[in-house]
């Protein structure tokens, strides 16, 4: 195995998919310069991809209760004045691959 940190820059939007090495591990979301950043450890032997989803919801905002709840981040931006709220799961899920 050789494993490496990485970051992913994200949007502030309600769901996004990030595609990530399938054995990986998410470790957080932070603020880096004003931007969402998402920090995962790979296994960069890993051939396989998977995928992670995020959903973003700002405070006062509805939650649909699809939420992934493994990874809650709160991350301020603005000086604290914008505030979200991060989810996620721990471990990406694999793509299927194609079955011939």
Known sequence: MN?????YELEITDSQTID?????VVLSIKNQHEKP????????????KGK????????GHPCT???PFEIVETVLFDDG??????????MPIPYRESIS
């Open 3 to 7: 494993w490496k940190i990485y970051k």
């Open 20 to 24: 990530v090495p399938a054995e990986s």
């Open 37 to 48: 950043v998402l920090y995962v450890l790979s296994d960069l032997d890993c051939e396989r």
């Open 52 to 59: 992670v989803r995020i959903e973003c919801r700002g405070t």
């Open 65 to 67: 209760g699809t939420e």
């Open 81 to 90: 004045n914008l505030v979200f709220h991060f989810f996620t799961h721990r």
